[in-house]
T-cell receptor, first 113, second 115 residues
Framework: AQSVTQPDIHITVSEGASLELRCNYS??????LFWYVQSPGQGLQLLLK??????LVQGIKGFEAEFKRSQSSFNLRKPSVHWSDAAEYFC???????????FGQGTELSVKP | DTAVSQTPKYLVTQMGNDKSIKCEQN?????MYWYKQDSKKFLKIMFS???????INETVPNRFSPKSPDKAHLNLHINSLELGDSAVYFC??????????????FGEGSWLTVV
């Protein structure tokens, strides 16, 4: 069955520290992978996506993610976190066979001064 | 200009009432969606329309009825509201159906509270 797992429900990092949010997926075909961010009281904004090609993908707001097929992972990283990055982050997987986009359960990021 | 806009943003209503949420996208996309986000922030697709045709209809109670008068609009009508319908409802759109590598763009959500 297709699924997305974000193992960390809540992460707290200090401002200026590096960040890695984990995402593991299970998908029977070539996956399309996405990271979205949801600020409090807001909708979802696309951070980045992977369809094919270079496995290291750059996104907005200084985020990047690396697709590792052997590990079925698509972890999101940022070298230096800002207080404004505090939000909920969702990983999602879809495919090229008309399958639905499946979201992970989200990781809440808190940033401490 | 907001790409995907939905109204109202907040809605508090009593059990048993009927309510509608409207959605419009100005991206020129062919496909629109309704997603539900529950209290645990889990996101699940409810419906999807492509060029006004229903293409995804998840296991959703019949009390929920989407309507797409044209491909830029997708409204959600909910009859006989129940406490469990309290959630955030997101409208979204994409160039083509999800699963074809299309990016989905979300509205800002409609917070529905049933009392």
């Amino acid at each position: 069955a297709q699924s997305v797992t974000q193992p960390d429900i809540h992460i707290t990092v200090s401002e200026g520290a590096s960040l890695e949010l984990r995402c593991n997926y299970s998908y029977g075909a070539t996956p399309y992978l996405f990271w979205y961010v949801q600020s409090p009281g807001q909708g979802l904004q696309l951070l980045l996506k992977y369809f094919s090609g270079d496995t290291l993908v750059q996104g907005i707001k200084g985020f990047e993610a690396e697709f590792k097929r052997s590990q079925s992972s698509f972890n999101l990283r940022k070298p230096s976190v800002h207080w404004s990055d505090a939000a909920e982050y969702f990983c999602a997987v879809g495919g090229n066979q008309g399958g639905k986009l499946i979201f992970g359960q989200g990781t809440e990021l808190s940033v401490k001064p | 200009d907001t790409a995907v806009s939905q109204t109202p943003k907040y809605l508090v209503t009593q059990m048993g009432n009927d309510k509608s949420i409207k959605c419009e996208q100005n991206l020129g996309h062919d496909t629109m969606y309704w997603y539900k986000q529950d209290s645990k922030k889990f996101l699940k697709i409810m419906f999807s329309y492509n060029n006004k045709e229903l293409i995804i209809n998840e296991t959703v109670p019949n009390r929920f009825s989407p309507k797409s008068p044209d491909k830029a609009h997708l409204n959600l009508h909910i009859n006989s509201l129940e406490l469990g319908d309290s959630a955030v409802y997101f409208c979204a759109s994409s160039q083509g159906p999800q699963g074809s590598g299309n990016t989905i763009y979300f509205g800002e959500g409609s917070w529905l509270t049933v009392v």
